[in-house]
């Protein structure tokens, strides 16, 4: 029942992000003079690697989730020793690999400003840090949710069905962030 209200849940939150792609491209559509001077401003190497940063996350978060299907929460071995990883160690990594890319758009947002594109600045700069900005709320969430599944691996006396669940759980909004940001940075970074 969990999984089934996440999914439903996760629609919803489409539909939210549908709604600023269309406050994006509409925008886009009426300034477009403004897009092009504020696009060359855009460091798209440096939003490339960020962007796979992310998506590497990804990765680490299903072999968590993996991991958690199997019922090895935690390692077993050297630390070392990739191949004796427990979910808690994957999504330990999920979590410094999302940290690092929030902290690479408050990096970009820091440059952008002192570049002059803030947020009241014009119609670009709202598009910009509207839909960036909730985005990186969500990863924000989702980091939050890995501590919650990580510190519930450490005080849980064993491995329960509604912990797998969890793991899913998060797994299947990480995922979600994850395809959003790579549809904003095509949008924003490549489709200038």
Known sequence: MTMVGTMVWLASEIMFFAGLFAIYFTIRAVSTELWDEKTALLN??????????????????????????????????????????GMREWFVLTYLFGAVFVAGQVWEY???????????????????????????????????????????????????????????????????????WVALFFTIYILR
């Open 44 to 85: 798209v190497p440096f939003a490339a690697v960020n962007t796979t940063i992310l998506v590497i996350s990804s990765v680490w978060c299903q072999i968590g989730v993996f991991k958690a299907e199997e019922g090895r929460v935690s390692r077993t071995g050297g630390l070392f020793n990739l191949s004796g990883w």
């Open 110 to 180: 820091a440059t952008l400003i002192t570049e002059g594109v803030m947020l009241n600045s014009d119609p670009y700069g709202s598009a910009f840090y509207i839909t960036t900005g909730f985005h990186g709320i969500h990863v924000a969430g989702g980091l939050i949710a890995f501590l919650l599944i990580i510190g519930r691996s450490f005080t849980a006396k064993r491995y329960t069905h509604a912990q797998k669940v969890g793991a899913h759980v998060v797994s299947y909004y990480w995922h979600f962030v994850d395809v959003v």
